[in-house]
């Protein structure tokens, strides 16, 4: 594909979740072009087992020919595929250093053979860490009827002792796409003060996406270690960000006439996806770039990852509204808070908020459909927590319950969908139905959206970003290209692109997770 115009490709995928009846069969649809070369090929999600096509279990050797596949969908792409003379040397990154450089080191690098600070290429990090015992468990994740244990390793992130990239030699982008996240001026920084480390002397920001690609009024930002010093300590890009933008090849063209050799990608599911295609056609033309992601989303829907920074961060900004909504209910006579937080397609802040507060009466999500009217609606048991509790708070996920709402097929330039406001719905909704029934109800509604998305990162959040940011160049640096970088079972780790965004990661109702927030708000099922 040449232009970044996103009529995503939807293909039909089968889910079939263990513990259901085969009529319970659900459809998803998929928002992402990368997922065209796996799609053929049997995976496995958050409770789902999704099989195309379907892998046979009567064949002894279907475990083996499992593992054989997985190891060569999770094999990282490398510079070599397409130079196959490109030499390594040794690693620059050492970090027995001298202040001043001296003598010592100007015509060579400093490697040391003694320094055991380097990640071997052979080393592993196991995927799945739960043996499920029965396809019946709770959140159950497995690949045959039987549940049989099948090891799944993916490649372990950090610095190789061999690299393939002269220092002097590199130029190195960074670009930041999308929507705003919590985190990104921190990754930023470490991937800046990471490449210095290097030896790395032109690095340059892109300024608002891709667009900065080809917009030639926008000029490149030249970093350094000084410029970056303190930019962690506001939200928001340093660079900017934008949706949409040009096609493919522009943004090589361009590559090529400044000469960037590594590129760093931060973005979600559509930046990666572009990244994994500017990937492939430098690979096309012949040209040695190594192009790195680096995941961003609050709604935090990339696969297989613990989580993606910004996210922590959102949850906790999230519970200021949350007390605040908690507040006005609880101090209103049958008061009623309506918080809306982002999320959209995935419910992850909303439920890992209601589960952090412990103020919610109700949490909806996409993943999990309602009704909002009849009997097991959740206006009837909004009454119910009226008369017996007298007050209660509600947290919405913005993609929740989008039937209820017109369908506009509104676009943003980058193709994602424009969704309707479930939230004022919702305040609408619950006005009118009180009102109905000759109850007062005193319903206050909070959207904190964009003020979740714009702060900085918390701790917790500011760590995984530096260890993101450096892992990031460190897969540059040993000839990786077409990678991102995650955390899996609080190991770090290198992913191929294509695997991590093949469709968005969901709330899987089936898991703990889900139930625990149940049991946590008391509500009841609404569909
Ligand atoms: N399938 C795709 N192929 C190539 N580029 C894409 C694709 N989807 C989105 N993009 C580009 O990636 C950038 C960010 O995408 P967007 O969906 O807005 O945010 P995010 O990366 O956070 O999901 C935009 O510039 C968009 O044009
Ligand atoms: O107003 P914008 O910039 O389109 O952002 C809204 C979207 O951004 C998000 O926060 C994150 O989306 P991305 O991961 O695509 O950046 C979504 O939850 C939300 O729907
Ligand atoms: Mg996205």
Not at 138 to 153: F, K, L, N, S
Request: aromatic share 8%; charged share 20%.
């Amino acid at each position: 594909m040449d232009t970044i115009s996103h009529s995503i490709i939807a293909p039909k995928l089968t889910i079939f979740r263990y513990g259901l009846s085969p009529s319970k069969h659900l459809t998803l649809r998929s928002n992402s072009t990368a997922r065209t070369n796996a799609a053929s090929r049997s995976r496995v999600s958050a409770g789902i087992k999704i099989q195309n096509p379907p892998i046979d279990f009567s064949d002894p050797d279907w475990k083996s020919k499992f593992q054989s596949d997985f190891e060569k969908r999770f094999n990282l792409p490398h510079i070599t595929d397409t130079f196959p003379d490109a030499e390594p040397i040794p690693s620059t990154f050492c970090l027995k250093m001298r202040t001043p450089v001296t003598e010592e080191f100007r015509g060579g690098y400093p490697s040391d053979e003694e320094w055991h600070g380097y990640i071997n290429n052979n080393d592993r990090v196991l995927l799945k860490t739960i043996y499920y015992s029965s396809p019946t468990s709770a959140g159950a994740e497995c690949i045959d009827p039987d549940c049989t244990w099948v090891e799944q390793w993916v490649h372990r992130a950090g610095p190789r002792e061999k690299i393939y990239f002269k220092p002097e030699e590199v130029k190195a982008a960074i670009v930041t796409c999308g929507g705003l996240c919590p985190g990104l001026n921190d990754v930023i920084r470490q991937i800046v003060i990471t490449l210095e480390i290097y030896g790395v002397k032109k690095i340059v920001g892109i300024p608002y996406g891709y667009r900065g690609f080809s917009d030639k009024e926008l000029a490149e930002m030249p970093l350094t270690r000084k410029v970056v010093q303190n930019v962690h300590l506001s939200g928001g890009s340093l660079l900017g960000v934008s949706r949409g933008g040009p096609g493919i090849s522009e943004i090589v063209d361009s590559m090529e006439e400044r000469g960037i050799n590594m590129l760093f990608v931060l973005g979600g599911n559509g930046t990666h996806a572009g990244a994994n295609v500017i990937h492939k056609e430098c690979c096309r033309r012949g040209v040695k770039v190594a192009v790195v992601g680096v995941p961003k989303t609050i709604d935090n829907d990339i696969l297989l990852m613990d989580k993606t920074f910004g996210f922590d961060t959102a949850v906790e900004e999230a519970q200021r509204a949350i007390n605040s909504a908690y507040i006005e209910a609880h101090s209103a006579f049958h008061g009623i808070g309506i918080v809306k937080l982002m999320g959209r397609s995935s419910g992850f802040i909303a439920m890992h908020a209601s589960l952090a507060s412990g103020q919610i009466d109700i949490c909806l999500i996409p993943e999990v459909p309602f009704h909002l009217h009849g009997p097991h609606g959740v206006l009837r048991h909004l009454k119910y927590l009226i008369e017996t509790k007298g007050s209660a708070v509600v947290c919405v996920a913005e993609g929740a319950g989008q039937d209820f709402l017109k369908q506009t097929n509104a676009k943003d330039a980058s193709g994602n969908a424009i969704l309707g406001d479930i939230g004022v719905h919702l305040q609408q909704e619950t006005k009118k139905y009180f009102k109905e029934i000759g109850i007062t109800a005193d319903v206050k509604y909070i959207d904190p959206t964009y003020m979740i998305r714009a702060c900085r990162a918390n701790a917790s959040d500011g760590i995984l970003c530096t260890v993101l940011g450096q892992n990031a160049v460190h897969g540059a640096f040993a000839g990786y290209s077409g990678i991102t970088v995650g955390i899996c079972n609080t190991h770090y780790v290198y992913l191929p692109i294509p695997e991590v965004i093949s469709y968005p990661r969901l709330v899987d109702r089936n898991s703990r997770m889900w139930h625990r927030c149940l049991t946590s708000t008391g509500q009841p099922d609404f569909e």
